[in-house]
């Protein structure tokens, strides 16, 4: 037991991170230090890290990942004000050992085990709707059948709010969309990307996390291979040409309702995230107040 206790000790924590205003930077931060791993699921973390102001408006959306971490787990709190009752606390530039507290640490439920919304129970099926269709169970439309916009065959058209954690999106960002497949059919922004600063527009950060979504490395990047993968006519093979050379990038995307609809999923992530931190959010605010 000694030996594997010794291992046990050694090992990586795996650590989800939820960043908030200025979090992006802390939690870049941490990809290279020795001791834990960033994994891009709260499924498979054993601490949740909080790096970053979070309001009391993303409570409940933080209770729902922390619910999804297996137990035991615990939560760190790095220049966040908690929201929970429970876990470690840190104001300082260092959260290692509050991280390695946290893995030891036996985080009760914050949210009762029952469904987000109740069953509703009515219509033939007890679905919600009438017919084999419609309704919304647990709260969740059903798709229904709908023209695709690109060749008009009948598809199904799922709808549903992601972010404001999702990993591929930019913190704080939350969308409701419409979807046939993989493909946008209609988007509108419920909440903009959190504030990061400065540092969240610096060019080699900005190109790490362009890359990560890539699945490209940091080498392999500066291979021509790498810029010929992104979609012609985006503008995005020149926005990661110019973070590669460290150069900063300026520009500021179209309003999302209008620039999304069309793209696939996959195609949408990466050009959301070819885009400054700084200006993505301006546009979101600039949609906001109008």
């Not at 409570?59 to 939560?75: N, V, Y």
Request: hydrophobic share 45%; with cysteine; charged share 20%.
């Amino acid at each position: 037991m000694t030996l594997l206790s010794a291992l046990a000790r050694r090992a990586e924590i795996p650590v989800f991170a939820v960043i908030g205003t200025r979090g992006l930077g802390l939690a870049e931060s941490l990809r290279r230090r020795p001791g834990l791993r960033l994994v891009d699921s709260p499924r498979h973390a054993r601490v949740l890290l909080v790096a970053g102001a979070v309001d009391g408006a993303q409570k409940q959306a933080l209770e729902r990942l922390h619910a999804q971490l297996p137990a035991p787990r615990g939560t760190v709190w790095w220049q966040a004000e908690p929201l929970f009752a429970r876990g470690e606390v840190v104001t300082g530039d260092d959260p290692m050992p509050a991280i390695r507290a946290a893995a030891s640490a036996d985080d009760p439920d914050q949210r009762p085990d029952v469904p987000p919304h109740p069953w509703q129970g009515i219509g033939p099926h007890g679905h919600g709707g009438r017919g084999m269709m419609g309704g919304n169970p647990y709260g969740r439309p059903m798709a229904m059948t709908a023209d695709d916009i690109r060749d008009g065959l009948a598809l199904d058209a799922y709808s549903a709010r992601f972010g404001p954690f999702l990993p591929m999106l930019p913190p704080g960002l939350a969308l409701d969309l419409t979807l046939q497949g993989d493909v946008i059919v209609s988007a509108d922004v419920a909440s903009a990307p959190f504030e990061q600063g400065p540092q969240g527009d610096a060019p080699d950060l900005c190109a790490a996390r362009m890359l990560r979504l890539m699945g490209i490395g940091p080498i392999a990047a500066r291979a021509r291979g790498a810029l010929l993968a992104l979609p012609q006519g985006s503008g995005m093979r020149r926005r990661l040409a110019a973070w590669l050379r460290g150069e900063q990038v300026s520009e500021t995307p179209d309003p999302l309702p209008a620039a999304l609809p069309g793209l696939e999923w996959a195609e949408a992530v990466l050009w959301l995230a070819s885009f400054p931190p700084s200006r993505l959010r301006a546009a979101c605010m600039e949609r906001h107040a109008a």
